[in-house]
């Protein structure tokens, strides 16, 4: 077996195969220093300067774009510098597709920042046909037909995506986007923060850039913000992103880099140990009295379940929401009475964490007013079952 042969599974644990040359060390250094010394020929003997690149940003780069089957990876100071330092790369005069449902900091850039750009911004329903007064979670097909009326063939230049929308878990075929994108003349870029490469490959699903923020699954321990994009193909495209990268100065630093390369070494149990704890959850709270519906994709009853199925190779993920029968405040409730779950935002940590996210995403939220959005941890599951029960109750 090659190196390149390797799972997954083993080039996370070993942290890309690490051993050190001279120390035999299994564990890679940090590289605090933000600038390096050139030969006597005045030649740079390896970096340059840290903002440009680093050696310990490059140990962690490698192994995520080996994760992603890219043929490159950078990391950010942070999920949305990456989102943000990417958008930089469309010029104005184009145009840029995205759902209407998404990470909220993603749509408040485009809603707010693209227009100063002179870009042009379609939200597409990814629940159902556009027009149609769907409730969240419905008629995934839907999606692509939204998604093909909301493209510009020769104008559209993006179309950016999630694989499980946030916070409704609305779930949009990736390969069918890719098609859709590449037939109207766009590239399609892929959030993929809460469908990691352990179960959903981008990139080998048709699209041509893949985004994570960092500070979520891949890190997976809540101490590091950190953003993430990995590109199929090192275009024209990605050369901007890079020279975006350095001089809009959003890199990610070296000790954030080490600790996102060794959080990631334990990626693979966390992540399925958590999918498990939710689909237990899921399944538990479906249909509960208190409750409206369970947003999870890992359920047969939602409406996006084969299509998750297909391009979800292992497991549903760690994100459900709960809609609350009742308003806000009930919901809010329940967000305050939990005595596990952490009423904190974020997600993709061990800890199990509940949010009213209506409250959390500001007045601009689209999201429905009686939605809590869950990240499940690794803890016992029927004490997690127990604690959102006496929490309803
Ligand atoms: C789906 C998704 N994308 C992007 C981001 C932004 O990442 P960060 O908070 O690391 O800037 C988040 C953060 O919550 C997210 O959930």
């Known amino acids: 077996m090659t190196e390149t042969d390797r799972t997954i599974e083993t080039l996370l644990a070993q942290g890309g195969h690490f051993i050190d040359p001279e120390t035999g060390a299994i564990v890679p250094p940090i590289h605090p220093s933000t600038t390096f010394a050139r030969d006597e020929r ?18 962690v780069e490698e192994v995520l ?26 010029r104005g005069g184009e145009h840029v597709v995205a759902p209407r449902v998404m990470y909220h900091g993603a749509a408040d ?5 693209a227009g100063r750009r002179g870009i042009g911004v379609t939200f597409f329903d990814a629940a159902a046909p556009p027009g149609a007064a769907a409730p969240p979670g419905a008629a995934a097909p ?72 960092g500070t979520k699954y891949l890190a997976g321990h809540s101490d590091v913000t950190a953003g993430v994009l990995a590109t199929r193909h090192t275009d024209a495209r990605w050369e901007d992103v890079k020279l975006a990268r350095t001089l809009m100065g959003g890199v990610l630093g070296p000790f954030e880099s080490w600790l996102l390369l060794r959080g990631m070494r334990t990626l693979h149990v966390r992540y399925e140990r ?45 994100m459900l929401s709960l809609l609350v029968a009742g308003d806000a405040g009930d919901a809010k409730r329940v967000a305050t009475r939990t005595r596990l779950f952490v009423p904190a935002t974020s997600l993709g940590g061990v ?16 999201v429905p007013q009686n939605l809590l959005r869950v990240s499940v941890g690794i803890e016992n599951a029927d004490e997690l079952i127990a604690d959102l029960e006496q929490a309803l109750g």
Request: aromatic fraction near 8%; glycine fraction near 10%; charged fraction near 20%.
């Open 42 to 59: 005045y030649e740079l003997i390896g970096y340059g300067y840290s903002r440009s690149g680093n050696p310990t940003c490059a140990q």
């Open 65 to 90: 774009a080996r994760l992603e089957g890219a043929e490159e990876a950078l990391v950010f100071a942070s999920g949305l510098a990456g989102i943000a330092t990417f958008f930089d790369t469309v």
């Open 109 to 113: 850039w485009l809603r707010r920042l």
């Open 142 to 213: 839907g999606a692509a037909r939204a998604l093909k009326a909301a493209v510009r063939p020769g104008e559209t230049s993006v179309v950016w995506i999630e694989a499980s929308v946030n916070p409704t878990w609305d779930v949009i075929d990736v390969r069918a986007a890719a098609e859709i994108a590449h037939a109207g003349g766009a590239i399609l870029g892929v959030d993929a923060t809460a469908t990691p490469a352990v179960t959903l490959r981008a990139l080998d699903l048709g699209a041509d850039v893949v985004f994570h923020s």
């Open 274 to 318: 958590q999918a498990e704890n939710a689909m237990a959850i899921a399944r538990h709270f479906d249909g509960h009295p208190k409750l409206e519906a369970v947003l999870y994709p890992g359920l047969e009853s939602h409406p996006g379940h084969a299509v998750a199925k297909r391009q979800m190779t292992n497991g549903f993920g760690a």
């Open 351 to 366: 800890e199990s964490l509940i949010e009213h996210r209506a409250t959390v995403e500001g007045p601009h939220s689209v």
